[in-house]
């Protein structure tokens, strides 16, 4: 079984910034991409950014480019989301996804973990 944890959430005033983390853990895992969703309350999740594992491919949803960056350690299979320049409206759940290299589909996911903007 792959297990996902997420750490890093909070409250922070519009303007500020917050660094999500999370690490898979569990089976022998072949990672084809990592990636971060939210959801707000009242809406659907939405997908947020992504990173492949074998290369440098990264997206953002147009909403975050220029604010979120998303980076990688392989060596931990750890993928992180460094959020600046936070607005109220990125207040939500922020969920970390695992797409392995068989099936290349978001399958494995975490718990969740509150990011909150305060205006």
């Known amino acids: 079984q792959v297990r996902l944890v997420e750490s890093g959430g909070g409250m922070v005033q519009a303007g500020g910034s917050l660094r999500l983390a999370c690490a898979a853990s569990?089976?022998?895992?072949?990672?084809?991409?990592m990636g971060w969703f939210r959801q707000a309350p009242g809406k659907d999740r939405e997908y947020v950014a992504g990173?492949?594992?074998?290369?440098?491919?990264?997206y953002y949803i147009n909403s975050v480019k220029g604010r979120f960056t998303i980076s990688r350690d392989n060596s931990k299979n750890a993928v992180f989301l460094q959020m600046n320049s936070l607005k109220p409206e990125d207040t939500a759940v922020y969920y970390c996804?695992?797409?392995?290299?068989?099936?290349?589909?978001?399958?494995?996911w975490g718990q969740g973990t509150q990011v909150t903007v305060s205006s």
């Open positions: 996804a695992l797409a392995n290299t068989l099936e290349k589909s978001y399958k494995y």
């Open positions: 990173i492949s594992w074998r290369d440098d491919n990264t």
């Open positions: 569990g089976r022998t895992i072949e990672i084809f991409t």
